[in-house]
């Protein structure tokens, strides 16, 4: 072993002597290039079969058109009311982008009344050209046009998170435990057979720690922004019985009705505009989805647990000034994660929260725990200050 070591300490230093030169991101590449050209055993088990998944285009199915014209009736009139409402519930100057660029098929099909080309939109938003900011199609695709890249992915991301998952976190669970169902035509990772995204992973770890926060047998559970429903599906696993309330902008709400609707044919839905709504409906629906300037008609402290991942944090410092304090004055508890030091820059330079300035009312709540997301770390096989995500848990004082 001691002539190994040595002729490998000479190796990395003439190694290292080059790749200084370029400075700690290209020295980290290198590193990562030298990873993927390994076949890395992650802990012990079986080998795994993994392959990237990135699907074409699919045609949108006819049975689905009474759920679809729902949607779409209900995304007319928020689009009707969102015109009305304050500046606060707008979208950023970032999230407008995203909407005009990945969300043109949306936008356009409402004022042609094309609900063809809504439908198909909804049937294919997982794997859209163009990122949605809600799942990770634009990772796939770009991996799927560089050998490198989809090389990267599979070793450096996709394989170390599941044997992580595996070995600490499946309890007796196999892979099918992390595959959501396909509605929305997602990308992947194949593995074993199973379609895997790259979020549903640290998705699956959070449910499970979200789901011991929760106390009551039929909890109601809020959520701010949950993108197309990824979190609570998996918290379904979790928790089968709960009531949800989901608050987003018109947009991304359609991909979550679908999503969601599709995935519980059996639950009740509540889309915006179907009836007047309040809490009491909670009694004779399972969920509610709401465009977010809704939040307003929640009663005080009548939510068990409210939710919000990667969300405030890229609002306008009034926004989430203003959700937040909605969240404390309607719920008895809060689990968020977001941002620690990144800072968004938006249009009129304004910018967004960092997690230490979000207005909680400390007489109110008790932060319960603090932590780190560990993702990056998981799959990076090295402590990197990159990513400034954490976790939060508050709940009321007793
Ligand atoms: C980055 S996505 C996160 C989605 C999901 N929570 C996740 O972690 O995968 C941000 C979410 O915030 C929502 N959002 C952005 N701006 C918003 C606004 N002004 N009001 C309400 N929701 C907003 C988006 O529609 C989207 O669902």
């Given at each position: 072993m001691g002539y190994k070591r040595r002729i490998g300490h000479w190796t990395a230093d003439i190694l290292a002597a080059g790749l200084r030169l370029g400075k700690q991101k290209t020295y980290r590449f290198f590193l990562d290039a030298l990873w993927e050209r390994y076949q890395v055993s992650y802990g012990d088990g079986p080998p795994l079969e993994a392959h990237l998944w990135c699907p074409d285009p699919i045609r949108p199915d006819a049975a689905d058109r009474p759920l679809v014209e729902r949607i779409f009736s209900a995304y007319r009139q928020a689009k009707q009311t969102q015109g009305q409402v304050d500046r606060l519930y707008q979208p950023s100057s970032m999230w407008k982008n995203i909407l005009r660029t990945a969300y043109q098929d949306v936008t356009e099909s409402l004022q042609a009344n094309d609900i063809e080309r809504f439908h198909s939109f909804l049937t294919n938003f997982g794997s859209w050209h163009q990122p949605t900011g809600i799942e990770e199609s634009r990772l796939i695709r770009q991996c799927a046009i560089d050998r490198h890249k989809a090389l990267h992915f599979e070793q450096k991301i996709m394989t170390p998170l599941i044997r992580w998952w595996l070995k600490f976190e499946s309890d007796g669970r196999?892979?099918?435990?992390?595959?959501?169902?396909n509605h929305g035509n997602f990308g992947g990772m194949s593995v074993n057979g199973h379609l895997i995204s790259p979020g549903s992973v640290f998705t699956d770890v959070y449910a499970r720690m979200i789901a011991g926060f929760l106390e009551t047998d039929r909890p109601l559970i809020a959520e701010l922004g949950g993108g197309f429903g990824r979190l609570v599906y998996f918290l379904s696993r979790h928790q089968s019985d709960f009531r949800y309330i989901g608050f987003d902008l018109p947009e991304t709400l359609c991909c979550a009705s679908y999503f969601l609707m599709k995935t519980f044919p059996e639950k009740r839905f509540l889309l915006y505009g179907e009836r007047e709504w309040d809490v009491t409906c909670l009694d004779d629906f399972d969920f509610l989805l709401l465009?977010?300037?809704?939040?307003?008609k929640l009663p005080d402290q009548c939510v068990d647990l409210f939710i919000n991942e990667n969300s405030l944090g890229e609002l306008e410092a009034a926004a989430c000034e203003h959700y937040v304090r909605e969240i404390c004055r309607t719920t008895k508890a809060f689990w968020h994660r977001n941002h620690e030091c990144r800072r968004f820059l938006f249009e009129r330079g304004t910018t967004s929260l960092l997690?230490?300035?979000?207005?909680?009312p400390q007489d109110r709540f008790v932060r319960v725990v603090r932590y780190a997301d560990l993702r990056p770390y998981v799959r990076s096989d090295y402590l990197e200050c990159r990513s400034d995500m954490f976790w939060y848990y508050y709940r009321l004082r007793k």
């Amino acid at each position: 072993m001691g002539y190994k070591r040595r002729i490998g300490h000479w190796t990395a230093d003439i190694l290292a002597a080059g790749l200084r030169l370029g400075k700690q991101k290209t020295y980290r590449f290198f590193l990562d290039a030298l990873w993927e050209r390994y076949q890395v055993s992650y802990g012990d088990g079986p080998p795994l079969e993994a392959h990237l998944w990135c699907p074409d285009p699919i045609r949108p199915d006819a049975a689905d058109r009474p759920l679809v014209e729902r949607i779409f009736s209900a995304y007319r009139q928020a689009k009707q009311t969102q015109g009305q409402v304050d500046r606060l519930y707008q979208p950023s100057s970032m999230w407008k982008n995203i909407l005009r660029t990945a969300y043109q098929d949306v936008t356009e099909s409402l004022q042609a009344n094309d609900i063809e080309r809504f439908h198909s939109f909804l049937t294919n938003f997982g794997s859209w050209h163009q990122p949605t900011g809600i799942e990770e199609s634009r990772l796939i695709r770009q991996c799927a046009i560089d050998r490198h890249k989809a090389l990267h992915f599979e070793q450096k991301i996709m394989t170390p998170l599941i044997r992580w998952w595996l070995k600490f976190e499946s309890d007796g669970r196999d892979l099918s435990a992390l595959v959501m169902p396909n509605h929305g035509n997602f990308g992947g990772m194949s593995v074993n057979g199973h379609l895997i995204s790259p979020g549903s992973v640290f998705t699956d770890v959070y449910a499970r720690m979200i789901a011991g926060f929760l106390e009551t047998d039929r909890p109601l559970i809020a959520e701010l922004g949950g993108g197309f429903g990824r979190l609570v599906y998996f918290l379904s696993r979790h928790q089968s019985d709960f009531r949800y309330i989901g608050f987003d902008l018109p947009e991304t709400l359609c991909c979550a009705s679908y999503f969601l609707m599709k995935t519980f044919p059996e639950k009740r839905f509540l889309l915006y505009g179907e009836r007047e709504w309040d809490v009491t409906c909670l009694d004779d629906f399972d969920f509610l989805l709401l465009p977010s300037f809704e939040i307003s008609k929640l009663p005080d402290q009548c939510v068990d647990l409210f939710i919000n991942e990667n969300s405030l944090g890229e609002l306008e410092a009034a926004a989430c000034e203003h959700y937040v304090r909605e969240i404390c004055r309607t719920t008895k508890a809060f689990w968020h994660r977001n941002h620690e030091c990144r800072r968004f820059l938006f249009e009129r330079g304004t910018t967004s929260l960092l997690n230490r300035e979000y207005p909680i009312p400390q007489d109110r709540f008790v932060r319960v725990v603090r932590y780190a997301d560990l993702r990056p770390y998981v799959r990076s096989d090295y402590l990197e200050c990159r990513s400034d995500m954490f976790w939060y848990y508050y709940r009321l004082r007793k």
